[in-house]
C-alpha cells in the first residue's frame, strides 16, 4: 500500500502560483496529478514516470505547470504558474507501481490522495 498525502493548496488571484506537494511512502514507478472540477470528470494534468523521470502533460498545463520527484525526500510537487479560474479544481496526487502511460489514464493509477483544493479568482 502506497500512502499519498497532497499539501500546498490555496486560493490565488488570476496569474498567481502555487505549489502542491505529496508526501510518498515508497517509491513508485509512475506519479501524477489529476484534479476534478464540480460537475467535471477527473483529468490528469501532470505526469512523471521512470528512473529518469520523463513528464507528460496536456495541452492545457503544457508551459504552466511543472511536475517534478524527489526520490530521497519522497515528495512529488507540481508548481503551477500563470493559473486561471479553470484550473480551479481539487486536485490529487497518484501512483502505480508498474507502467503508465502518456494518456493519463485514471483507471492506470492503484493508490491516490484525499486531495487539496485548488480556487483561482478571476
Known amino acids: 500500500q502506497v500512502r499519498l498525502i497532497e499539501s500546498g493548496g490555496g486560493s490565488v488571484q488570476t496569474g498567481g502560483s502555487l505549489n502542491l506537494s505529496c508526501a510518498f511512502s515508497e517509491y513508485s514507478y509512475c506519479m501524477g496529478w489529476f484534479r476534478q472540477a464540480p460537475g467535471k470528470e477527473r483529468e490528469g494534468v501532470a505526469l512523471?514516470?521512470?528512473?529518469?523521470?520523463?513528464?507528460d502533460y496536456p495541452d492545457s498545463t503544457k508551459g504552466r505547470f511543472t511536475i517534478s520527484r524527489d526520490d530521497v525526500e519522497n515528495t512529488l510537487n507540481l508548481q503551477m504558474n500563470s493559473l486561471k479560474p479553470e484550473d480551479t479544481a481539487m486536485y490529487y496526487c497518484?501512483?502505480?507501481?508498474?507502467?503508465?502511460?502518456?494518456?493519463?489514464?485514471?483507471?492506470?493509477?492503484?493508490?491516490w490522495g484525499q486531495g487539496t483544493q485548488v480556487t483561482v479568482s478571476a
Open positions: 512523471i514516470r521512470g528512473d529518469r523521470g520523463y513528464t
Open positions: 497518484a501512483a502505480t507501481r508498474v507502467f503508465c502511460g502518456a494518456a493519463m489514464n485514471e483507471g492506470e493509477f492503484t493508490y
